[in-house]
């Protein structure tokens, strides 16, 4: 993994995380008209996917050709870098490649809620704070991998059951959940 900071290479990660994505809320509608096909993935390991899941990514992007693909933190305005910046934070962002291992994968120090995209903009997955992920991408890709991570299935459940859970124990408010939900209906 090789670690990105020069501000004109942010500049293009932002270029491309915009042609996958729409924004970057992962209670949202994120993909733009060009990802066509949606599942989600719950849970994920904190900010992070479970080994399983990173490795039908890997596969998934290999299967369409591709080798490298984008990590980046994605709260706030992580692509915005100027040269005399005073950031508080310093927003990671990296290449990977298919070849990187599960254990040098967990190695970023990611604390924020993020995405790993395609460099050909032809798949994406955000991250969420709670240990959920939106995964897209063509046909080909998603369906790779799904017969990689046959637990997607279950999935959407184990999301509808941690929010069902979290408004009995917490009261958070659901009005959002149905809207969603709908966005993963093919």
């Not at 290479?9 to 932002?14: A, I, R, T």
């Not at 992070?48 to 039908?56: I, K, N, V, W």
């Not at 990977?96 to 120090?109: D, G, I, Q, R, S």
């Not at 604390?111 to 897209?136: D, T």
Request: charged content about 25%; overall charge negative.
């Amino acid at each position: 993994m090789r670690r990105i900071q020069m501000i004109d290479e942010v500049q293009q990660l932002h270029l491309i995380f915009n042609k996958v994505f729409k924004t970057n809320n992962p209670f949202s509608e994120v993909f733009t008209n060009s990802i066509n096909k949606k599942i989600i993935l719950c849970p994920t390991y904190g900010y992070y996917l479970d080994e399983q899941q990173y490795e039908a990514l890997k596969n998934a992007a290999k299967h369409i050709g591709e080798d490298i693909f984008y990590l980046s933190e994605i709260e706030g305005n992580s692509f915005k870098k100027e040269e005399n910046d005073e950031i508080q934070y310093d927003f990671g962002h990296w290449e990977v490649t298919c070849e990187t291992e599960y254990e040098n994968y967990l190695k970023a120090p990611i604390v924020l809620e993020n995405a790993m995209y395609s460099q050909s903009a032809r798949w994406g997955i955000i991250i969420s704070h709670e240990s959920h992920a939106i995964v897209g991408g063509n046909e080909e890709f998603i369906g790779k991998f799904k017969e990689t991570y046959p637990a997607w299935k279950n999935s959407l459940n184990n999301f509808i059951e941690q929010w069902e859970y979290n408004q009995k124990y917490y009261k958070s408010n659901l009005e959002w959940l149905p809207s969603f939900l709908s966005y993963f209906k093919e």
